[in-house]
């Protein structure tokens, strides 16, 4: 884009560019505005293309456009899981095309690093990329987990058990689906549950942040924030042997105001109030970590790496104990405690829901209300004493591990899980301790396996097979090796500028957008929505 040069500065400078005027029109029209090219090589023809692929459907950082999408989406699912009447089919546990999109995305990033390191060029932003896809392909493939159970490698003497065992506790039933009930009337009323748990209290409260902020215990709101998917995955397992069925649910992290997440959970099934309640009280989860208490190396006097060695005490020399060597010590003591205990607070609040009612509606937006907006947002960065208090809490957070391979674990006379050179207490780049995040790395939405037997990019595939299908254009089924993805180097001549992408994406949008709208005249009274069920 040309300006005129004769016009005075000031008008050009008011002249909004042609980027951004794109950038706008392609956000009305719900276009990804960040969109990642890619050259997608077609084995079968040999043709070669450059793609655009949303931002949404690759990385969890996304446009706004995108996140709306993914949010409508993440809504149908709620939907199609939680009033269930048939038992979902068995969803196999191999890698969804997602996890093996990433890998392959990763494998070609780590290539070009190393092209641009041989070639004596900065390679920060390709680091922090390898980073970020790191990150998304071990929360991936973490996904399942949170039904797995607890399935530590290390064996742990029954005293460590964690258990709740004043649990009533029912004869397992072989389904996924809660009771039903019949009126006299002869309806079927298929009721579930909408729960919402907290965590305790670190402090008095007022406005949103601590009235008193010296004795608030930022350093349990920080361990609390590390490791709640953790207490999430035991109550998961305390209520389905509670219920006596395999509870489905479909649950969001959320962030309260006073910057702690909180678990809002939409279950499959219906239980007494009061058992909810009693299973949340006695629910724990202990972390058997070693000690993080006391602060063995100060910031200034942090341990040395010798080559083949490890991290050395930079004053005696002494090679400092491996994570392993830890762990081991922390189980051979038999005095030793849990590094944390984490538990709900006594706010938990249960809600009967009842199939296709205004409520089940209302719940399902307020369940994913927050999903655009990260985690450590919210709090007004005008506000001192909010500022302070999302300060505070990044500051405990910055000193505290956030996995076995945290570089902190060298303040406490540890060497990390896999250490390496280079490693700076307080300077971890783990998700964990970012202002985004505070503390929770995990994912957003926890949907178990057989909530809508369909991972979210079914769902999104759903979308694409009706409307290909309402366009007369059967979406074949592809062969998974048909294409190669690479990713294209910044300024390839081969992509156009951003502005024509963007008008290019919002173009086709509207084309399609027309299209379906003439089909739907042309159908004449005959519901679309019919033949998406028998789509599905
Ligand atoms: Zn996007
Ligand atoms: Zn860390």
Same mark, same amino acid.
């Given at each position: 884009?040309t300006?005129?040069?004769?016009? !005075?500065? #000031?008008?050009?400078? +008011?002249?909004p $560019?042609?980027?951004?005027?794109?950038r706008?029109?392609a956000?009305? %029209?719900?276009?990804?505005?960040?969109?990642?090219?890619?050259?997608?090589?077609d084995t079968?023809t040999?043709?070669?293309?450059i793609?655009?692929?949303?931002?949404g459907a690759?990385l969890?950082a996304?446009?706004? !456009?995108c #996140?709306k999408r993914? +949010?409508?989406? $993440?809504?149908?699912?709620?939907?199609?899981?939680?009033?269930?009447? %048939?038992e979902?089919?068995i969803?196999?546990?191999?890698?969804?095309?997602?996890?093996?999109w990433?890998?392959?995305?990763?494998?070609d990033?780590q290539?070009?690093?190393?092209?641009a390191?041989?070639?004596?060029?900065?390679? #920060?932003?390709?680091?922090?990329i390898?980073?970020?896809?790191?990150e998304?392909i071990?929360?991936a493939g973490?996904?399942?987990?949170?039904?797995?159970g607890a399935?530590?490698?290390?064996?742990?003497s029954t005293?460590r058990?964690?258990d709740?065992?004043d649990?009533?506790?029912?004869?397992m039933?072989n389904t996924?689906l809660?009771?039903?009930?019949?009126?006299?009337?002869?309806n079927?009323?298929r009721?579930?549950l909408?729960?919402?748990?907290?965590?305790?209290s670190y402090?008095k409260i007022?406005?949103?942040?601590?009235?008193?902020p010296d004795?608030?215990?930022?350093v349990?709101?920080?361990?609390?924030?590390?490791?709640?998917?953790k207490l999430?995955?035991?109550?998961v397992?305390?209520?389905r042997r509670?219920?006596?069925?395999?509870v489905?649910?479909f649950a969001t992290?959320?962030?309260?105001?006073?910057l702690?997440?909180h678990l809002?959970?939409a279950?499959r099934?219906?239980?007494?109030?009061a058992?909810?309640k009693?299973?949340?009280a006695a629910?724990?989860?202990?972390?058997w970590?070693?000690?993080?208490d006391r602060v063995?190396f100060?910031?200034?006097?942090?341990?040395?790496?010798?080559?083949?060695?490890?991290?050395?005490d930079?004053?005696?020399?002494?090679v400092l104990?491996t994570?392993?060597e830890a762990?081991d010590q922390?189980?051979?003591d038999?005095s030793?405690?849990?590094m944390?205990?984490?538990?709900?607070g006594?706010?938990v609040?249960v809600?009967?829901?009842?199939?296709?009612?205004?409520?089940?509606?209302?719940?399902i937006?307020y369940?994913?209300?927050y999903l655009?907006k990260?985690?450590g947002g919210?709090w007004?960065?005008?506000?001192?004493a909010?500022r302070r208090?999302a300060?505070?809490m990044?500051?405990a957070l910055?000193?505290?591990?956030?996995?076995?391979?945290?570089?902190?674990w060298l303040?406490y006379g540890?060497q990390?899980?896999?250490?390496?050179?280079?490693m700076?207490p307080?300077q971890c780049?783990?998700?964990?301790?970012k202002p985004?995040h505070?503390?929770?790395?995990g994912?957003r939405?926890?949907?178990s396996?057989?909530?809508?037997?369909?991972?979210?990019?079914e769902?999104r595939?759903d979308?694409?097979?009706w409307v290909?299908?309402?366009?007369?254009?059967p979406?074949e089924?592809?062969?998974?090796?048909r294409?190669?993805?690479?990713?294209?180097?910044a300024g390839?001549?081969?992509v156009p500028p951003l502005?024509?992408?963007?008008?290019?994406a919002?173009?086709?949008r509207e084309?399609?957008?027309a299209?379906?709208?003439?089909l739907?005249?042309?159908?004449?009274?005959?519901d679309?929505?019919?033949n998406?069920?028998?789509a599905?």
């Open positions: 884009m300006y005129d040069r004769s016009l !005075p500065r #000031a008008v050009r400078q +008011r002249m $560019r042609a980027r951004d005027v794109a706008e029109v956000e009305q %029209h719900g276009v990804c505005i960040r969109p990642i090219a890619l050259q997608r090589l079968h040999g043709q070669r293309e793609i655009d692929v949303p931002c690759t969890d996304v446009c706004p !456009p #996140a993914n +949010r409508q989406l $993440r809504m149908a699912q709620c939907r199609e899981g939680w009033h269930l009447d %048939h979902p089919t969803t196999p546990d191999e890698p969804d095309d997602e996890q093996r990433l890998i392959e995305f990763r494998a990033m290539a070009k690093r190393d092209q390191d041989q070639a004596g060029k900065d390679t #920060a932003d390709l680091d922090a390898i980073t970020g896809l790191d998304e071990n929360t973490m996904r399942g987990n949170v039904l797995a399935s530590g490698k290390r064996n742990r005293r058990r964690q709740a065992p649990l009533p506790q029912r004869k039933a996924t809660g009771r039903t009930f019949a009126s006299s009337g002869g079927v009323y009721p579930s909408f729960v919402t748990l907290t965590l305790p402090g007022r406005d949103g942040v601590p009235v008193d004795t608030y215990d930022y349990r709101a920080a361990r609390d924030a590390l490791h709640f998917s999430v995955d035991r109550f397992q305390n209520l509670v219920a006596g069925y395999d489905q649910y992290v959320e962030p309260q105001r006073r702690a997440p809002h959970m279950v099934g219906t239980l007494p109030r058992e909810i009693q299973i949340a629910t724990y989860h202990q972390v970590w070693p000690p993080a063995v100060e910031g200034d006097r942090p341990p040395v790496w010798d080559n083949g060695v490890g991290y050395l930079p004053g005696t020399g002494e104990p994570w392993d762990l922390l189980d051979a038999e030793a405690q849990p944390h205990v984490i538990r709900f006594a706010q609040d809600k009967g829901i009842l199939a296709g009612t205004p409520d089940a509606d209302q719940c937006r369940l994913s209300k655009t990260s985690l919210g007004n960065p005008n506000h001192r909010q208090h300060e505070r990044l500051e910055r000193l505290e591990p956030c996995s076995p391979t945290c570089a902190n303040r540890i990390p899980k896999a250490a390496k050179s280079g700076v307080g780049r783990g998700k964990a301790h985004d505070l503390g929770y790395a994912r939405v926890l949907v396996r057989k909530w809508s037997n369909k991972t979210l990019a769902h595939q979308r694409r097979t290909l299908e309402a366009l007369g254009q979406d089924p592809t062969d998974p090796h294409y190669v993805w690479k990713p294209v180097p390839d001549a081969n502005a024509v992408r963007l008008l290019r919002v173009a086709e084309r399609w957008r299209h379906m709208a003439e739907q005249a042309r159908a004449d009274g005959q679309l929505s019919a998406r069920e028998e599905a």
